[in-house]
């Protein structure tokens, strides 16, 4: 049984930085492309980053430059490093691991940025 489970989400000032956790378990991690998703109240759910198998990073625009995904392959974890946090970056914040056609998602984190 797959399983991602996010943590990490917290209340945090503007400007202020976090770092989410995603542990997964029950699949061959290393072979799946991780993201970090996140959908605020009202919104879409959207894309925040990506990370392939082999590390390779991607950002949506709005989120280069102040976010960063990383990746452990011998610990299954996806990290996602928030710097620069503005209110709008309130959210929940979700885990993603994607191979063809496989899908799994996360419960998700709380992310409010506020003051």
């Known amino acids: 049984q797959v399983q991602l489970v996010e943590s990490g989400g917290a209340l945090v000032q503007p400007g202020g930085s976090l770092r989410l956790s995603c542990a997964a378990s029950?699949?061959?991690?290393?072979?799946?492309?991780m993201g970090w998703f996140r959908q605020a109240p009202g919104k879409q759910r959207e894309l925040v980053a990506a990370?392939?198998?082999?590390?390779?990073?991607a950002y949506a625009a709005s989120m280069e430059g102040r976010f960063t995904i990383s990746r452990d392959n011998a610990k299954n974890l996806v990290y996602l490093q928030m710097n620069s946090l503005k209110p709008e970056d309130t959210a929940v914040y979700y885990c993603?691991?994607?191979?063809?056609?496989?899908?799994?998602w996360g419960k998700g984190t709380l992310v409010t940025v506020s003051s």
């Open positions: 993603n691991a994607r191979l063809y056609d496989d899908d799994y």
């Open positions: 029950g699949l061959p991690f290393a072979q799946y492309t």
């Open positions: 990370i392939t198998s082999i590390g390779k990073p």
